[in-house]
């Protein structure tokens, strides 16, 4: 009987913790629930906006290139009885004389530039004989020089030599002809006149020295001055029509009426040859020019005109863009500012914004 009580103790007390189990568990649960968190209800949430800058490059500028005159010769040819020439078209040339003495100029359509050739001339030794022996004026300084001042003296309001030099086909000049060279030079000079307003050129001749003449106590002899050559632009153009102004002066030459003229003239069966068709003996005295009063005339004209210079590294070209091109266009490698030396090499055209 004790031990059937003490079994029913037994399983009360088991029975009892077994409820107490459940009911901790289930207040457990119920506490668990209560501390989730109560659902939101989804809504829609606006995004934020993007507010960063485009990140696109801004479309270059419209340009046009606009070629220069003389970077777009049309060459036309010209003849006449005694000579033919390629000429640029539009330009006029002039001519005189026949085999015994000749002069012809080829101009553009407002005479600003131009090329000349005078065959040869001559000038009283004695300037007290220049009356006499039928010449226009005296050559007080026996020279080359001297004979280019006393030519422009009336025509331009100044003439003046900025360098000279002898040119490198003196020796080859000399052994050819039987006259005594007494000068020859190429002189680079600086003008104003009527026509052309400023201007530049050069100028080249050869100056041959006579026997004196002396009869009671006057000196009848001459000296002659052969291979005139005269070549112009405005200030600060020569370097961009020189090239041109050279290829009309190789492209020179005599007809055969000329040289049937000349010989029997001379009665010799020696062709005549032409000094003008190689200009770049004497084209050493333009460069040789003080290059740094160039350059600074050049930026000075850049910086009136409101330009800036730039190299084209395509074509090899130098171009006169307007004040901030360089910065338009932005990175890139086609074209870059020229070196202050490029400012003495002129330029072929120009660039506009459109």
């Known amino acids: 009987m004790r031990k059937l009580t003490t079994v029913i103790l037994l399983l009360a007390l088991m029975s009892a913790a077994l409820t107490g189990c459940i009911r901790m568990n289930g207040m457990k649960s119920t506490l668990e629930t209560q501390a989730q968190p109560t659902d939101v209800p989804e809504t829609d949430v606006p995004a934020i906006a993007d507010t960063a800058a485009p990140t696109t ?8 290139v606009r070629p ?6 049309e ?9 033919t020439l390629m000429i640029p078209a539009g330009w006029q040339v002039q001519w005189d004389g026949n085999a015994q003495k000749m002069w012809w100029t080829v101009t553009s359509p407002d005479g600003k530039t131009g090329i000349h050739n005078l065959d040869h001339d001559y000038a009283a030794k004695d300037p007290a004989m220049t009356q006499t022996l039928g010449f226009q004026k005296p050559l007080n300084d026996a020279s080359v020089k001297g004979y280019f001042e006393m030519i422009y003296a009336d025509t331009a309001d100044y003439f003046t030599v900025q360098n000279a030099c002898v040119p490198d086909n003196y020796n080859l000049l000399q ?17 104003r006149d009527a026509t052309v307003g400023e201007g530049e050129g050069v100028y080249s001749a050869v100056l041959f020295d006579h026997d004196d003449i002396i009869i009671r106590g006057a000196n009848y002899a001459n000296w002659e001055i052969d291979a005139i050559l005269t070549q112009w632009a405005p200030l600060g153009q020569f370097v961009n029509w020189q090239p041109v102004l050279a290829q009309i002066a190789q492209s020179f030459a005599y007809t055969d009426y000329y040289i049937q003229e000349w010989q029997a003239w001379l009665n010799t069966s020696v062709r005549p040859s032409s000094s003008v ?26 910086m009136i005109g409101e330009y800036e210079r730039v190299y084209d590294n395509e074509r090899g070209e130098i171009y006169r863009a307007y004040n901030g091109f360089l910065d338009d266009i932005g990175d890139q490698s086609r074209y870059t500012p020229i070196t202050d030396s ?13």
């Open 175 to 191: 052994s050819t002809v039987n006259k005594r060279i007494k000068d020859y030079q190429a002189l680079y000079a600086t003008f």
């Open 277 to 302: 068709n190689d200009t770049d003996p004497v084209m050493a005295a333009f460069e040789e020019r003080s290059k740094s009063d160039t350059i600074i005339q050049e930026k000075r004209s850049d």
């Open 342 to 354: 490029q400012y003495a090499e002129g330029y072929v055209g120009w660039i506009d914004k459109n």
């Open 75 to 83: 060459w036309q040819p010209y003849s006449c009885a005694y000579f």
């Open 68 to 73: 220069a005159e003389w970077a777009q010769v």
């Open 57 to 64: 490059e801004p479309d270059p500028p419209a340009l046009t």
